[in-house]
């Protein structure tokens, strides 16, 4: 089974944002990723520890998106860079130990090699498919998913655009990838959890 990795926008209404996460909970989710996009940090501080706590009730792993230094005052599982971040080796000397890394790669597999060297957890390739939420991202092609797979054994997730219709294309490279991380595609539904279960139920037929 291909695991799903759920990014949440913050930049949500707080009740439908809790609802909504609450009910993909149902359901076994690699790790929950808060994105990059809060509103002001009042709004963090008044959030995020909602979010952790949802998140540790089920046992599943919570990361922030970019913002390490949130793991200095909130007991996130994690972070996500978009990029190769300046000043890494600083920035791991500041990381708890044995917090979950992962990073988004595109065409350069560059990044992946970076990843592999510096013992990160995962790394998510984006955008498969075009996509609002990736609008900034390449569309990455399936050969870069062949060729990452060969160079590493770390969990590879495939994010950007990955809707319920777009999913039987990967299958033709469902040997080279762990799972699909998603957002508009389990948020915006009315109900995530039977969102996921579309997902989890197409999958299966592959």
């Known amino acids: 089974m291909k695991a799903i990795y759920l990014v949440i926008n913050p930049a949500t209404p707080k009740e439908v944002l809790l609802a909504k996460l609450a009910l993909a909970l149902q359901e076994n989710l690699y790790a929950v990723q808060i994105w990059d996009n809060f509103t002001a940090e009042s709004q963090a501080k008044e959030i995020v520890p909602e979010i952790i706590a949802m998140c540790n009730a089920k046992n599943t792993p919570i990361l922030i998106n970019n913002r390490w230094q949130y793991l200095q ?26 917090c979950l890394l992962g990073i988004t790669a595109n065409n350069d597999l560059e990044v992946v090699k970076w990843a592999v060297q ?9 955008s498969m498919f075009p996509s609002v939420t990736a609008n ?51 948020m915006s539904a009315e109900n995530p959890q039977k969102a996921i279960q579309n997902y989890q139920q197409q999958i299966q037929t592959w």
């Open 118 to 126: 510096e013992s990160f957890s995962y790394i998510s390739f984006c």
């Open 73 to 98: 005052e909130y007991p996130f599982s994690g972070v996500h860079f978009d990029n190769i971040p300046a000043h890494w080796q600083e920035i791991k000397k500041q990381l708890p130990k044995n």
């Open 136 to 186: 900034s991202c390449e569309l990455v092609s399936f050969e870069t998913i062949l060729q990452a797979r060969k160079m590493t054994h770390l969990p590879i997730f495939l994010a950007g655009g990955i809707s319920v219709e777009k999913l039987a294309e990967l299958r033709a490279i469902q040997e080279n990838f762990d799972g699909i991380a998603l957002v508009s595609g389990i």
